[in-house]
Structure formats: C-alpha cells, structure tokens
C-alpha cells in the first residue's frame, strides 16, 4: 500500500491592511447660519491665512548680471555703417528722411549730429530719431551714443541779391575784367 498523497498547503496571506490616504482637500465646515456668523468665520480664516503667509516668505536674493560691454559710438564705425541705414530708408520710400541722412553726420565723444535746415527737417529728424537710433545699434552694435539735432544757419550772401541791370553789370564787371575793356575799346554806352 503506499502511503496517501499529503496535500500541500499552501500559507495564504493575510489581506494587506492598507493606509489611509491623506486628501488634499481641507475639512468641511458648517454653513454659517447668519450674517454674524459669516462674518466671524471670515475674520478667523483670514488671520490665520495671514499667518501661513508671513512664515512662508523667503528673503529674495540678487545677483548682479555680469555687465556687457559698453561700446561707444566713433566716428568710423558710423561711416561704416551710414550706407546700411540708407539703404533701409531708401527701401522704405522715405526721401525726407535721406536729405538728412544724405547730410554730413559728425560723431564727437559719443554724440551723433544731424543737422538741419529749417523747422520741418527738424521735425522729421525728431521723428526718425528712435528708429535711427535703433538702426545704429542694429548695425554698429555701439551701446552707449546720444543724438542731438542743430540747426545750421545758412550762408548769407553778403553781396545781396542783383535785382536791376545796372547791379548785374557792377557785378560782372567785378568778375570778369575783360568786360570793362571790351565796353571801352566797342565804345559800348550801355544805358538802362
């Protein structure tokens, strides 16, 4: 006779207790029944949000960016760039702008002059100058330069202006010599 098979047995596990999960969300309370109530139950969360607020905040700390490198506006690299800005302009159709742009353009000590003739040059430069001055550090990429606007006065002729004959003729005798000869030796009376 052989023996009877033993079964095996196999442990079974106990059910794995698990822990309770923690919810996010806060406790209920009791809907206030009047006014006073409400008013009593604002004032109390609002000292002790107040409270949680004034211990989380933190003592904010800077560090100095590293500085760029400041370039000054020279004369050399303007000229090199002049045509640039031209073009950009001349593109763009804006002809008023040009005349000034057209015009010698002086760098000294970081500081561009335009000058102009008249008070709607000056008004054009003043409108154009945020966008030069953006231009420039587009195309020079100079950081530090200013833009001044002067007007030039124009030459006064101090000759005057030749309104009669008689003026014209003055004049020209004065310019050219000859003239006086050729109405002497022609015997020419010249009567206006």
Known sequence: MTPAPVAASIPQEAPAVEAPKLSP?????????SLGQTKKLGETKGEEEVAQVAEKVEEPSYTAA???????LTQALLDQAIFSIQDVF??????????LLDQEIKVQDGEITLQVSGSIQEDIAQKMKPELMGLLRKF?????????????????????????????????????????EL???FDLDIDF
């Open 183 to 185: 109405q002497r030796k």
């Open 66 to 72: 590293p500085a760029a490198q400041e370039i000054v």
């Open 140 to 180: 020079t990429g100079a950081t530090s330069f200013t833009i001044g606007i002067v007007q030039q006065e124009e030459a006064v002729d101090e000759k005057g202006k030749l309104y009669t004959s008689t003026d014209k003729l003055k004049f020209l005798r004065e310019k050219h010599p000859a003239l006086m």
């Open 90 to 99: 001349r593109t763009a159709n804006r002809n008023l702008e040009l005349t």
């Open 25 to 33: 969300l806060r406790p209920t309370f009791s809907i206030p029944s």
